[in-house]
């Protein structure tokens, strides 16, 4: 097979370049900002720690260090979403969808300049490091977006092994060629895996588990899959949440339109939880706020109101956009994954989980009051080690950002 011209995208895992230089990271915790120092509490669960973007979009050879809040600020056109982006498509290949739902858009990750070879192949490139039991563990893919879109190369590593290799060698079918470590009689085992599948996702199904190899492989894989399943999209839309909200929510959706069932489920599950909001949406929301009601309207669909003391009540439907994200945002980080809709690792039962929140636009409709409340509150909650935040911000939002301990802002500007 002829391999790709280098600035068409090397499929071969051993072509996947080493991370390029960490961008600069205002780090506001015991040296910078105000206030007290940010301590540093060990996650409940695997984490990812760095996002590689080797050749994505309009990055190339970018490595991004991935702290419990961190924030990606710069003018528009910096590639702020496309961090984000990145993220998300590693998340739902590590929950075992296609790359078709993970990339519906294949031909916008290819990085800008990138030519055809002379098969007409263009691709592109990301990866990312999980921390947690097994150690520190690397994942690098390549993916081939045209002409035909599959996985052509994935490397997973930790310990210091190889752990997994995947490689197209006959583009007439459809799967790749898998070796995994074994460290038995037969160092390697070696099996074809579907070319659109990300292979760490579908080791826990296909390795035994009987040598120390294949643990070690197993323990590696499982870490890497619950650090990037464990996610929740967060985009708040204000015109969708003012709409009632029919009862019975599962989890928050991604649009929080539900908003309504699941401040009911939060106030007949957690006197606790609901008292921290209360006091977040009284720290963020104008005039006096004594609490957050939910009613049953007559065709049953549920509406939430915001109580201002002595009988007064305002719907949410009348609070205005920055006050509906506000609320929004505060429940997330305060409900943790046990509201909102994701699911546990399934491969991995008995796997505690640390919660990473994506939002784009963090900082949208919010004023400067409004930022650094909900990020001191996501230092707080994220001290515990129960979640994470990873979002993108304006320039000014990044300037207010910079201002709470415990955020980390990485600076996309030129």
């Not at 160092?187 to 895996?193: F, G, K, S």
Request: proline share 9%; charged share 20%; hydrophobic share 40%.
């Amino acid at each position: 097979m002829t391999a790709l011209r280098p600035d068409a995208i090397p499929p071969s895992p051993a072509d996947l370049p080493e991370p390029g230089p960490v961008p600069a990271v205002a780090d506001t915790g015991p040296s910078g900002g105000r206030g007290r120092a940010v301590r540093t509490v060990r996650p409940t669960g695997p984490v990812v720690t760095e996002l590689r973007l080797s050749a994505f979009a309009s990055h190339r050879g970018a490595t991004f260090p991935i702290r419990p809040v961190t924030l990606f600020g710069g003018p528009g056109g910096s590639g702020k979403t496309n961090v984000l982006r990145a993220y998300g498509a590693l998340a739902r290949l590590a929950d075992g969808e296609p790359l078709e739902a993970a990339f519906p858009d294949p031909g916008g990750c290819v990085p800008e300049g990138a030519v055809p070879d002379d098969q007409g192949r263009r691709g592109f490139r990301i990866g990312c490091t999980a921390d947690g039991p097994a150690g520190q563990v690397r994942l690098d893919v390549a993916v081939q977006a045209e002409p035909t879109l599959r996985i052509v190369g994935e490397r997973l590593t930790g310990g210091g092994e190889t752990l997994l290799t995947t490689a197209l060698r006959d583009p007439g079918r459809s799967t790749v060629q898998a070796a995994w470590h074994t460290a038995d009689v037969v160092p390697v085992t070696r099996a074809p895996l579907p070319g659109d599948r990300l292979g760490t996702a579908l080791l826990p199904l296909r390795v035994a588990g009987r040598t120390a190899g294949q643990l070690q492989v197993l323990a590696a894989a499982e870490q890497m899959v619950v650090a990037l399943r464990s996610v929740f999209r967060c985009e708040p839309q204000p015109r969708r949440m003012r709409a009632p909200a029919p009862p019975g929510a599962d989890g928050l959706r991604r649009s929080c339109e539900n908003i309504a069932a699941v401040l009911e489920r939060v106030h007949a599950r957690s006197a606790r939880r609901r008292t921290r909001l209360v006091a977040a949406v009284r720290a963020g929301c104008a005039g006096p706020v004594t609490g957050l009601d939910v009613e049953r309207l007559g065709d049953g669909s549920l509406s939430a109101t915001v109580a201002r003391g002595e009988g007064r009540a305002t719907p949410i439907g009348r609070l205005g956009d920055g006050e509906l994200r506000y609320l929004a945002l505060a429940l997330v980080l305060l409900t943790g994954p046990g509201v909102q809709a994701v699911d546990p690792a399934g491969e991995v039962p008995s796997a505690v989980q640390t919660l990473t929140v994506l939002t784009d636009g963090f900082d949208r409709d919010l004023d400067g009051r409004q930022l650094r409340e909900l990020l001191s509150l996501a230092v707080s909650i994220g001290g515990a080690g129960h979640l994470r935040l990873l979002g993108t911000v304006t320039e000014s939002g990044a300037v207010r950002a910079r201002e709470v301990p415990g955020v980390s802002v990485v600076d996309l500007g030129p």
